[in-house]
């Protein structure tokens, strides 16, 4: 298990499934993923398209793992949309925005 | 078979206003110069009428409106929230339907920019427009934004590749810099990139001004970057003839939040000492800059606003949707135009699926699938006209290039105001 930070953003591939409508497979299969990098995938024993469990104190889920050589470490990204956002908590230090880049999470193969 | 030229695209905050459309038995079968993200808008859309439903249940306007009106005029605390992807029109009637029902009234810049509004209002904002920017910026900082996969035509037409009055050679001219926790598309095609550490841009910005007005360093590394790297860039910033901070999420999400927007606004006052320096949000939405402009002109404040007491008042963290929803302080909910389920963290969601909620949108969303009341109404800038404004705050007229066949989102509104005063 690996702590790191998780990101969210939007992708090329959501807003194209987006499009599609948010009913449809396209966009759930381009929002289910996470990108690691190779050196993270490596640390944890994990090839890419192999399962992640992401664990925040707010959620977990299971996704799919992407290698993205463009990432540090210590980061995830995640593409944003309904699956990122069973990580992320109500908190917005009183600005009316929740902390969908910089949560705390766990990393773990899943079995 | 018609050709319509100079459409805008509604997709994003640059609102490409150079699109052309070929249409044929009121269908869009060609899209011209649109991005990958404006030809989805065009082509994805569906223009047939398809009737209003209550519970699941289609049924007629009236009996629609009736259903939405008693929900609202029978709440205690409605919120009514969305507005960046309508008109300018249908936001100003749902500021004056929140002032009648006594709601708080709230647009997706409260989970976007809301944090660079606070920022604006502590210490102001050098401002100019895209035109200026397409025709004299030699010096272009991305800051916390991808903008070559969520605004796919800024650098062809406003940034970093187009030809201006004073920028003969296009790109040639331009410097761009990206700074990012990640190397993203755009931070591959930059000139420089300067990755940061997730969470660092504060500090990053600070130590940044603080080498702008001469301070020497004793840190050789601030944020994951060499205290060398950011003298380069500063010693770059103040020798450009006119220079822009494009900033994206990655500022406003993240620790930090509007003090790290603040610090953007106050390194650029502090350029323009050296040199010609703006900064401007990358607005995501269509009209997300219009949802401010109509909520400042009609309430003073951009967002977050509740008229529970029969006047505005302004409360970022307490009249924003995530904290109304996830504190379960609402107790019905107006969506115009937005996808809260999809984009909301998950307690603000499950709460949604507990109170009755009203939604208006052309496109069937995953809010719009769990409504006691929906309506599919017709899209702004392709059946219907509007006014819209850009990320740089412009306004432009949008055309109705498809025969309309849906109410209007203004239309759905009024009838609900109407109605609302009846009950």
Known sequence: MQVCTLISGRTLEQAKGMHGGKNNDGYKKAVEKAFLSPLLLEKLGLSEGEEILLTTPYGSVRVKTCADMGLPEDVVFMPMGPMVNLLVGPETEGTGMPSFKGLKVEVDKAR | ?423
């Not at chain 2, 709440?75 to 006594?102: C, D, M, N, W």
């Open chain 2, 1 to 423: 078979m018609k050709i319509e030229k100079n459409v805008v695209c509604t997709f994003c905050g640059c609102l490409c206003d150079d699109i052309t459309l070929t249409i044929e038995n009121n269908n869009i079968t060609k899209v011209e110069k649109a991005c990958a993200n404006g030809r989805g808008l065009f082509e994805g859309y569906d223009p047939h009428f398809r009737a209003p439903r209550v519970n699941g249940k289609e049924v007629a306007f009236p009996e629609a409106i009736k259903e939405a009106s008693n929900i609202l005029s029978s709440a205690r605390y409605p919120l009514i929230y969305g507005l960046s992807s309508t008109s300018v029109e249908a936001q100003r009637i749902s500021v004056q339907l929140a002032e009648t029902i006594g709601a708080s009234i709230d647009s997706t810049s409260s989970v976007c920019h809301g944090p660079t509004g606070l920022a604006m209002q502590s210490v102001g904002e050098s401002t100019c427009t895209l035109g200026e920017i397409k025709n004299r910026a030699d010096l272009l900082v991305f800051w916390g934004c991808n903008p070559l996969v969520s605004h796919s035509r800024h650098f062809a037409r406003y940034s970093a590749m187009p030809k201006g009055r004073f920028i003969s050679e296009g790109r040639k001219d331009r410097k761009v810099v990206v700074v990012d926790v990640r190397r993203s598309e755009t931070a591959k095609s930059a000139d420089l990139f300067i990755q940061i550490r997730q969470g660092y841009d504060y500090e990053v910005l600070l130590a940044i001004k603080a080498l702008l007005k001469g301070k020497v360093l004793s840190a050789t590394e601030v944020g994951g970057v060499p205290t060398e790297l950011l003298q380069q860039f500063v010693h770059t910033m103040k020798s450009c003839r006119y220079g822009v901070i494009f900033f994206g999420m990655g500022l406003t999400m993240t620790k930090g939040r509007d003090l790290n927007v603040r610090e953007v606004f106050s390194l650029v006052r502090e350029l323009n000492n050296y040199t010609r320096f703006s900064a401007m949000p990358m607005r995501g939405h269509g009209n997300v800059t219009g949802a401010d402009q109509v909520m400042s002109w009609l309430c003073g404040y951009p967002f977050a606003i509740n008229f529970s007491k029969g006047y505005p008042r302004y409360g970022p963290g307490e009249f924003t949707a995530v904290d109304l929803l996830s504190g379960r302080e609402a107790d019905a909910l107006l969506v115009i135009a937005s996808d809260p389920v999809a984009h909301f963290p998950a307690e603000a969601v499950r709460y949604i699926e507990n109170i009755p909620s009203i939604v208006i949108d052309p496109v069937e969303s995953l809010t719009a699938k769990i409504a006691t009341v929906y309506f599919p109404t017709a899209m702004y800038g392709v059946d219907c006209e509007g006014t819209a404004y850009r990320m740089d705050s412009v306004p432009l007229r949008l055309k109705a290039p498809l025969e309309r066949q849906r109410k209007s989102d203004e239309e759905v509104l009024e009838a609900i105001f109407e109605g609302v005063k009846e009950c």
